[in-house]
Each structure stands twice: as structure tokens, then as C-alpha cells.
């Protein structure tokens, strides 16, 4: 069984920058690539950013692009989303995920089979 768990979320102000991190259990973690989503109030679950199994490739929604950041250490079992410049329509829950291929199959939330709980992030204005 694979767990994910999200950390570093967070209160902050537009223009602050927050790196959040999913620590993954399991073997298999470098094998599958992995995705980040978010979910705002009343809102859909929405796809943020995706990268494949060895990091060399890294994917984002338009709405983020140039100012998030995924990355990857298969060492730590980890994935990472650096958020720069954050606004007010940031806010969200953020949730990692991880896809059900090694590389990177599309935003739909359909691709990926592990979620995390989680991490909220609040960008006041």
C-alpha cells in the first residue's frame, strides 16, 4: 500500500512564496510519476503541475506556470511544489498524487490511483 503525505501549507500574504512536500512510502516511488492538484471551496479538484518518473520532465496548469516549481527526489521519496508569487486565488487544498505510469499521462484525475490527505494553503491579500 502506498501512503502520501503532504506537508508545508500554510497562512500567507500575495507575493510569499511556500515550498510544499509529499514524503511517499514504498519502493516503487521512482518508478510512477507523480502530480500535484488542488481543491477550492466549491470548487472542482483542479490539476497544478505533474512531473515523470525521473524528473526530467515537468508539466503545469496555465494558471501557475512560471511561478510553481515540481520537483523530485527519488533518493527521499519525495516531491516537492516551490510556489512563487503567490495570489489570493491560490488558495486551496493541495493534494499530491501519484500516477499509474512512469511518465506523464494527462491532468485528468482518473490517471493517478494514490492521493495524499491534503495540506492547506491560504494566501490573504
Known amino acids: 500500500q502506498v501512503q502520501l503525505v503532504e506537508s508545508g501549507g500554510g497562512l500567507v500574504q500575495a507575493g510569499s512564496s511556500l515550498r510544499l512536500s509529499c514524503a511517499a512510502s514504498g519502493r516503487t516511488f521512482s518508478s510512477y510519476a507523480m502530480g500535484w492538484f488542488r481543491q477550492a471551496p466549491g470548487k472542482e479538484r483542479e490539476f497544478v503541475a505533474a512531473i515523470n518518473w525521473s524528473g526530467s520532465r515537468t508539466y503545469y496548469a496555465d494558471s501557475v506556470k512560471g511561478r510553481f516549481t515540481i520537483s523530485r527526489d527519488n533518493v527521499k521519496n519525495t516531491v516537492y511544489l516551490q510556489m512563487n508569487s503567490l495570489k489570493p486565488e491560490d488558495t486551496a487544498v493541495y493534494y499530491c498524487?501519484?500516477?499509474?505510469?512512469?511518465?506523464?499521462?494527462?491532468?485528468?484525475?482518473?490517471?493517478?490511483?494514490?492521493w495524499g490527505q491534503g495540506t492547506q494553503v491560504t494566501v490573504s491579500s
Open positions: 498524487a501519484r500516477s499509474g505510469r512512469g511518465t506523464y499521462s494527462g491532468p485528468s484525475r482518473g490517471e493517478y490511483d494514490y
